[in-house]
């Protein structure tokens, strides 16, 4: 039903949705990604390899510091109960297509867990589900095969529809497309034995950046948390 609102919509809405996508393009604020190591290892106790992937979210964006990104806060929780070995890999407008291609040209090393953090740009360049689902099996078999990942963690797609710099209607038709989206992804991800993590961080004004568009340090300290928690708990 979402995908046939979503057409019509498209259909009746499109010149007014391109406009305002270039007006935001063209006046949003661009934040830089945080300064601070992307790799290295801390902490005490059995060995465990991380590697995080994936969009400006992952890479930090929103915080001033990669110990107050999503790195950072998750490593403060499991470096508590391991000797972490651990790397970003994460590009601002990084999409799963290109995340692809980033992962071939790097050496692969065996890791134990992969945290991959994408999804608002597949739907902000307006991916075909049907693309972005091939390229996402694809993504989790090359975790595998490649890069012996023991397990993979996905992210839920952001309730786009919460983000402050967008306007409507543009706000409203992403927010719709990226529910569609999640709902495809976890149920894949469920059926290729990827542990899915619903995005339930509450987008508040406290927990957004100044740009209104990425999380701020008060979102990923929670994300980060909560990424770790679920490290743990398996």
């Not at 935001?24 to 290295?40: C, D, F, N, T």
């Not at 059995?46 to 950072?72: E, F, K, R, Y």
């Not at 693309?131 to 309730?159: D, F, H, N, Q």
């Amino acid at each position: 039903m979402n995908g046939v609102l979503e057409t019509i919509a498209k259909l009746i809405l499109s010149p007014y949705l391109t406009a305002q996508a270039l007006k935001v393009r063209k006046l949003a604020k661009i934040l830089p990604e945080p300064p601070g190591h992307r790799s290295g290892e801390s902490g005490a106790g059995p060995d465990l390899s991380l590697m995080i992937i994936g969009d400006s979210s992952a890479s930090g964006v929103g915080a001033p510091h990669q110990t107050m990104a999503l790195s950072g806060q998750v490593l403060n929780v499991l470096e508590a109960s391991y000797r972490v070995k651990w790397r970003v890999l994460a590009r601002t407008g990084a999409t799963t297509r290109s995340t692809l291609r980033l992962l071939r040209s790097q050496e692969p090393q065996k890791i134990d867990v992969v945290l991959v953090v994408l999804g608002v740009n597949d739907v902000t360049s307006q991916m075909p589900l049907y693309r972005l689902m091939a390229c996402r099996a694809e993504l989790y078999a090359l975790l595998r095969s490649t890069w012996g990942a023991k397990r993979i963690i996905a992210t839920g797609v952001p309730p786009i529809d919460r983000f402050p710099l967008l306007p409507n209607p543009l706000r409203w038709f992403l927010g719709l497309q990226a529910r569609r989206f999640d709902h495809a992804l976890e149920k894949q991800a469920l059926s290729m034995g990827v542990e899915y993590m619903p995005f339930d961080v509450p987008l508040t004004a406290e927990m957004m950046a100044e740009d209104g568009f990425h999380p701020g340090p008060n979102a990923y300290h929670l994300l980060g948390r909560k990424v770790a928690a679920h490290i743990l708990h398996r």
